[in-house]
């Protein structure tokens, strides 16, 4: 069973940065290596995509609004898959989601997902 659980978020004010971590289960990181990746839901839209690292860590990948301002990393060392954000806007206000699958198709959707954590960027 893949676990997986996110941390890291909170309230910012706009132009500040959060670091958001998730920390799966050994399985996600060893054996079958997963490729990672974040996504994220704002009440009364639908979740969509942030950012992804294949399970070596050596591309990544983001959505275009993230325009250099996030950066995913992970260390297999530690199982666990960062996401730095800095330059926060009020519209990155959302519940941000650790997500462990394959790419391609991780950029749509996760094989399994992690609780969320909450993100609020006041202006």
């Known amino acids: 069973q893949v676990q997986l659980v996110e941390s890291g978020g909170g309230l910012v004010q706009a132009g500040g940065s959060l670091r958001l971590s998730c920390v799966g289960s050994?399985?996600?990181?060893?054996?079958?290596?997963?490729?990672m990746g974040w996504f994220r839901q704002a009440p009364g839209k639908e979740r969509e995509f942030v950012a992804a690292t294949t399970w070596n860590g050596r591309r990544h990948y983001y959505a275009a609004f993230v325009n250099g301002r996030f950066t995913i990393s992970r260390d297999n060392s530690k199982n666990t898959v960062y996401l730095q954000m800095n330059s926060l806007k009020p519209e990155d206000t959302a519940l941000y989601y650790c997500?462990?699958?394959?790419?391609?198709?991780?950029?749509?959707?996760?094989?399994?997902w992690g609780q969320g954590t909450q993100v609020t960027v006041s202006s």
């Open positions: 050994e399985r996600t990181f060893s054996g079958r290596m997963y490729d």
């Open positions: 997500a462990a699958g394959s790419l391609p198709a991780l950029s749509t959707r996760g094989e399994y």
